[in-house]
């Protein structure tokens, strides 16, 4: 097991736990529903990484990249580091990690 199965593995807890944070704090379905969504995408990459299928580094790229784009602009509309700039730093480490991987793997090709 590789470092971005165990990064996509954990920014997708991490997202799903997010959004029932988010819904118990707020009652926001949206939270709830997004999280839940992102975070069991992130999870089934994992598991596609995990087989060596290549999609699951794609998937969790785009997914990942995805989150990365909205909890930036949420940061940039609220400036509260909580949720938003904790989500956004890991998910660019957590985007990092999987380029990582995805590149080395395709030069070892």
Same mark, same amino acid.
């Given at each position: 097991?590789?470092?971005?199965i165990i990064?996509?593995?954990?920014?997708?807890?991490?997202?799903?736990?997010?959004?029932i944070?988010?819904?118990?704090?707020?009652?926001?379905?949206?939270?709830?529903?997004?999280?839940?969504?992102s !975070? &069991? +995408?992130? =999870?089934?990459?994992?598991?596609? $990484? /995990?087989?060596?299928? *290549?999609?699951?580094?794609?998937?969790?790229?785009?997914?990942t990249?995805?989150?990365?784009v909205?909890?930036?602009?949420r940061?940039?509309?609220t400036?509260?580091?909580?949720?938003?700039?904790?989500m956004?730093?890991? !998910? &660019? +480490?957590t =985007?990092?990690?999987?380029?990582n $991987? /995805?590149?080395?793997? *395709?030069?070892?090709?």
């Amino acid at each position: 097991m590789n470092l971005s199965i165990i990064a996509s593995l954990g920014y997708g807890i991490l997202a799903i736990g997010g959004g029932i944070i988010g819904y118990i704090l707020s009652t926001s379905k949206v939270s709830l529903l997004s999280g839940c969504i992102s !975070g &069991v +995408l992130l =999870l089934f990459a994992a598991y596609l $990484q /995990f087989q060596g299928i *290549i999609w699951g580094w794609i998937l969790a790229a785009l997914v990942t990249a995805v989150l990365v784009v909205v909890f930036a602009l949420r940061l940039a509309k609220t400036g509260k580091f909580m949720p938003a700039g904790l989500m956004l730093f890991f !998910g &660019v +480490l957590t =985007l990092a990690l999987i380029v990582n $991987q /995805f590149m080395t793997l *395709i030069i070892s090709q």
